[in-house]
């Protein structure tokens, strides 16, 4: 009986919430009253799903959370000063579409994207895949080559199913050598945890048998150059059995490439599975979660409730010609993406839903580094456990670029980066621990950046009649929006107390704004 | 969450009873913390614990003899003097074997007793810090690594982030010894204070959404951090605090004072300490580096060993020194090498003391030459196995979550007499 009770005031408490959601008054600088973009159509699959939870759309984010969460999300980059004042000041209607069709042209688009394609396909010199320095290379350029000319999700997952050929001259071969064994099974479990985000374990023992049939005839051969390694195709390794992972039992001829009746089987716009993994796995690299958990496995995952946006999405991805830009163009332009991060009050549900706002979270590793040596005018120390040629990155390249697992640095250690061991999602870590915290708030590191930022050396001079500019200018460096005048006041009354100099007070008003939530974030 | 499971490994009598017929003996207490001394790259067997002076200049170069110890019958290297003399506090594996010469896969093997292939298995540090609770968790994390970690693989294993290894970064030979995020230069306690004010003031998104789970994370790890960076835990990591005589005794050398800093750890509660002494790779100028790196392993070591035992510490603390292999005795004298020593992973010798291993014994021994095992090999597992039964973790107790989901901590051992098991060190 109580738990009825319980139920009811629950839902009765929604339903009253999400008429408040609307109506509560937006949190400056973050929200805003009014949207600037219609619903569109992944909004018209989401706000049903919404009402009938009894919620309703969370309140716009501003147009300066609004450029710096899309840069984060597309570009792995924070915009510059310059970017966000000429977005605001824009009074075009659509100037958010604008600015989303722009970022894709972007050098930073293509390695950031790479970098998740990198991370998902294990590309790491050393360790426990050993693809060797010159393999890495070749495999990251036409990862990143793809990603540049927008190849189609389907024939990307086609070429690397299909490669053969030696690691250096047929960088896709180096599919089939980034995993752990080079067994069928091993390479079936890939297979199913890369192209299908299913573990293993959520299959049954005949379709992982079905499975690893159609990579039976996968050899691989040494040359006598250096860590050179060819992938073959056996012919004597005759297929057993064979059966797709919907049970439906294939045919191969003697003479095809069973790798490839797989591949066709994996690609065909019916199946579900390929096109959910993906469409699943952006929605995390956007929103903060997948639509359905854990989004490693989505074997093992229920989607009750959730499955109408999965499908829309994964329709709406296959019908594109499995155009990845264009499934990010559908979620960055939709209201669900553009909501606040701050969630309505009274939502606090222990498995909130996944379109209720923009999640809060912390930086990426790569991101956070890369902003940080923007600010401090530092460059990342680099180091490989190899004695390879590509440790030494040029001090201008960011480090969302990198493209070797096995080349890192203390701090993308210290981040959470991942370890691509298996090319999970959880192998990133983008929580916040205590060891990264007292590194943000007390390191020499830090305290280098925030005293010798060229960024923001000016601000730091300024006389003492320009205080406010100062102020401004010192947000305007770091957060990339406008000081509100409680913040410019409440700065004036600390300082005057701390009766510190204006530049010490400059300086550890730049020192409290890098860590704010607000800098260490996507919100 | 994990950390639940942990009052079921605390049985060394299981253990040893799933071990075999012939039971290791339970000690009289278990050894409570670790000291790992990495000799990164790879220091050869004969010219440290495994000497063979009547093998010939071609094998040993210009170390042509070997010294006693003060054990009779055990003789090492001649540039170990302070180690030699005091042999009874440590014994000399000279028998360890993997046969593995690339630095990646040996330094896995080394490190986790596992072999390469099928998932990344965490290292020994993190094996312990998941499976032994302990008494006063503090603050200080319970895997530290001085100063720097290796990368070669990710020592947390599919364990996952939470059990990575907390590096220190900075040099404890220098002062102050700048422990990133611990240990700032010239910034006061009380300015310390107050810049937490003016944050916790200007965090406008934080405190528009104090109760979102990020936030919270934020505030929660930001609550910890100061507890350590204003709280008197920090000063673990202040070698000023110990005398001169005793910081001279280490060596005054990022080695020796790593060794310093790990006792001090030991002492404030950490259960597993790596020092990652780099520079053992030498294919080329092997001698030359070898007469600077011996004499400061040679100090440090020592120092260490009897430090820990004036402060009665030794029972109960592991000290293990050795690293991912040996290297090829027979020197390249020719081009490019010059003197030089390859990777060798067929044989080659392992230090260790305290935590209830016996000192003043030799395990195993090698041929003629220093190139083949003939008695007892011992096998990492072997080893590492070992150190776990004493720290009282069951090796083969089977992980209750996660993708290792009933795979045992440590490979199944050969439980023949003479095998397996180092019980000839465990009485």
Known sequence: MRRIAGVVAVSCLLSCLSLFAGERSPAEPFETAVWPVAPNALDGVISPLMAEAGLSMNLPCSDAVFIRRVFLDVLGTTPLPEEVDAFCADTRKDKRSSLIDSLFDRDEYVEYASLHLADLLRVKSEFPDNLWPNAVQAYYRWISDAVRSNMSYADFARSLLLGSGSNFRQPTANFYRAMEERTPETIAKTVARTWMAVGWNSLSPESRAGLASFFTRVGYKKTLEWKEEIVTLNPAALPVNARFPDGKEATLAPTSDPRAVFADWLVAPGNPWFSRAAVNRAWFYLMGSGIVEPVDDLGAASPAGRSPALDFLASEFAGSGYDMRALYKLILNSRTYQQSSIQAPGITSSSPLPWTRYAIRRLDAEVLADALDRLGGTVESYYSAIPEPFTFIPPSARTISLSDGSVTSSFLMRFGRPSRDLGLLSERSNAIDEEQMRYLLNSTDMKKRIEQSPALKDAYNFPPDKKDAQIREIYRQILARPPLKSEIALFAKLSAAAKSSQKQAAMDLAWALVNSKEFLCKH | ?427
Not at chain 2, 26 to 46: D, E, H, M, R, Y
Not at chain 2, 158 to 164: A, D, E, R, S, V
Not at chain 2, 239 to 265: I, P, V
Request: proline residues 7%.
């Open chain 2, 1 to 427: 969450m994990r950390r639940m499971f942990f009052p079921v490994v605390l049985f060394i009598a299981g253990a040893a009873l799933a071990f075999s017929a012939e039971s290791v003996p339970a000690a009289k207490s278990a050894a409570k913390a670790v000291v790992q001394i990495w000799l990164w790259g790879g220091p050869s067997q004969t010219d440290t614990f495994d000497p063979k002076p009547a093998a010939g200049y071609d094998y040993n170069g210009p170390y042509a003899t070997d010294i006693a110890t003060d054990v009779s019958g055990i003789r090492i290297g001649q540039k170990l003097p302070l180690l030699a003399a005091m042999a009874d506090k440590y014994s000399i594996i000279r028998s360890m074997t993997h046969a593995i010469n690339g630095h990646e896969t040996a330094s896995y093997i080394m490190q986790t007793g596992h072999e390469s292939g099928g998932l990344v298995y965490p290292s020994l540090g993190a094996v312990v810090s998941y499976w032994k609770p302990r008494e006063n968790p503090g603050k200080l994390p319970a895997y530290v690594v001085l100063t720097e970690t290796q990368g070669r693989f990710a020592e947390e294993g599919f364990l996952g982030p939470m059990y990575k290894p907390f590096y220190t970064g900075g040099d404890p030979a220098r002062t102050p010894f700048l422990v990133e995020g611990i240990i700032a230069d010239g910034i006061t306690d009380a300015k310390q204070k107050s810049r937490r004010d003016l944050l916790h003031a200007m965090d406008t998104l934080g405190n528009a959404a104090p109760s979102d789970p990020s936030i919270a994370a934020f505030s929660k790890a930001e609550d910890g951090a100061y507890q350590m960076i204003l709280g008197t835990e920090r000063d673990v990591f202040n070698l000023s605090k110990e005398s001169d005589a005793t910081r001279d005794m280490y060596g005054r050398n990022t080695f020796g004072q790593s060794c310093l800093a790990a006792r001090r750890l030991v002492e404030a509660g950490v259960t597993y300490i790596t020092i990652n002494y780099k520079g053992w790779d030498t294919h080329k100028q092997h001698f030359s580096t070898m007469n600077q790196k011996l004499p400061e392993l040679d100090k440090g070591l020592s120092a260490l060993i009897s430090d820990l035992d004036k402060k009665g510490l030794l029972d109960t603390t592991i000290v293990w020194c050795g690293g991912e292999f040996g290297r090829t005795p027979k020197i390249l004298w020719e081009a490019p090498w010059g003197g030089g020593r390859n990777h060798f992973g067929a044989a080659f010798s392992y230090l260790i003391a305290g935590g209830g291993f016996s000192g003043g014994k030799v395990v195993g021994a090698t041929d003629a030459h220093g190139e083949k095992v003939i008695d007892r090999p011992v096998y990492p597992k072997d080893l590492l196995s070992s150190i776990l039964l004493r720290l009282g973790i069951d090796p083969a107790k089977e992980y209750p979550d996660g993708p290792a989901k009933g795979m045992p901590v440590m490979p199944p051992l050969s439980d023949k007499p003479g095998t397996g098991i180092l019980r000839e060190l465990m009485p």
